[in-house]
């Protein structure tokens, strides 16, 4: 398990109206996208190369996610191979007004897997 001390704040960002389903929660797929920027985002701190993603493992929605929430991506190396990395993201939702409480959003893995100019996997 990640502490605070060990992981990175990949992306930070408040979700807007314009993210929502029609029952007034964030779509899964949006969280999806920013998950997948946040481990692009960390793979390029580890060496600086054209990532592409391999793997998303997988992503269990532990609570959902509305409009104004406070939605943060923190990464953490996992794994380093010769031509990939794998990332642990773990998503949390600052919500409330007068009081903030933190709420766990998911957890996934990401492979992602640096290429050249041809998309061919290359040493990192």
Do not use: C, W
């Not at 502490?3 to 029952?23: C, F, G, Q, Y």
């Not at 993603?53 to 406070?70: H, L, R």
């Not at 993201?89 to 050249?116: F, H, K, P, S, W």
């Amino acid at each position: 398990m990640t502490t605070p001390e060990t992981r990175n704040l990949a992306i930070r960002t408040v979700m807007m109206p314009r993210d929502t389903n029609h029952l007034g929660s964030i779509f899964g797929g949006h969280i999806l996208s920013l998950l997948d920027l946040a481990a692009g985002q960390h793979a390029r701190t580890v060496a600086m190369k054209k990532y592409l993603t391999k793997v998303m493992k997988e992503v269990n929605f532990i609570a959902p996610v509305f409009v104004g929430d406070i939605v943060s991506f923190y990464t953490t190396t996992v794994k380093k191979g010769r031509t990939s990395i794998t990332i642990k993201v773990d998503v949390e939702a600052l919500r409330g007004v007068d009081t903030a409480q933190t709420i766990q959003v998911t957890t996934a893995e990401v492979v992602m897997v640096a290429v050249n100019d041809k998309n061919e996997p290359i040493t990192i």
